[in-house]
């Protein structure tokens, strides 16, 4: 059974820092991509980081230079190191393991992270 355990979240003051991870079983995880989406209210989820299996990376361009994904794949373990934290991070953020070219993707429950200002 596949199992994404996404942690870390937390109420921080604007300017803080948070880091999130994301724990599997179940997939071979050194052959996935893993991201890190959100959620806001009223808004629909979108993809914030992601950093495939040949440990290359892509980011949103509104957390590039504050935001930082990484894996250990020994771990099974997908991290977001998050600085510089503004209110409109202020979301669910959930962890999402995909492999390229199959149907396979699976989510996390979600993290709540709220900045406050």
């Known amino acids: 059974q596949v199992q994404l355990a996404d942690s870390g979240g937390g109420l921080v003051h604007q300017g803080g820092s948070l880091t999130l991870r994301c724990a599997t079983a179940?997939?071979?995880?050194?052959?996935?991509?893993m991201g890190w989406y959100r959620e806001a209210p009223g808004r629909q989820r979108e993809l914030v980081a992601v950093i495939r299996s040949d440990d290359t990376t892509n980011y949103q361009d509104s957390v590039k230079g504050r935001f930082t994904i990484s894996r250990v794949n020994a771990r099974n373990t997908v991290y977001l190191q998050m600085d510089d934290l503004k209110p409109e991070d202020t979301a669910v953020y959930y962890c999402?393991?995909?492999?390229?070219?199959?149907?396979?993707?699976?989510w996390g429950r979600g993290t709540q992270v709220t900045v406050s200002a």
């Open positions: 179940g997939i071979i995880f050194s052959i996935y991509d």
């Open positions: 999402n393991a995909h492999l390229q070219g199959d149907p396979s993707n699976y």
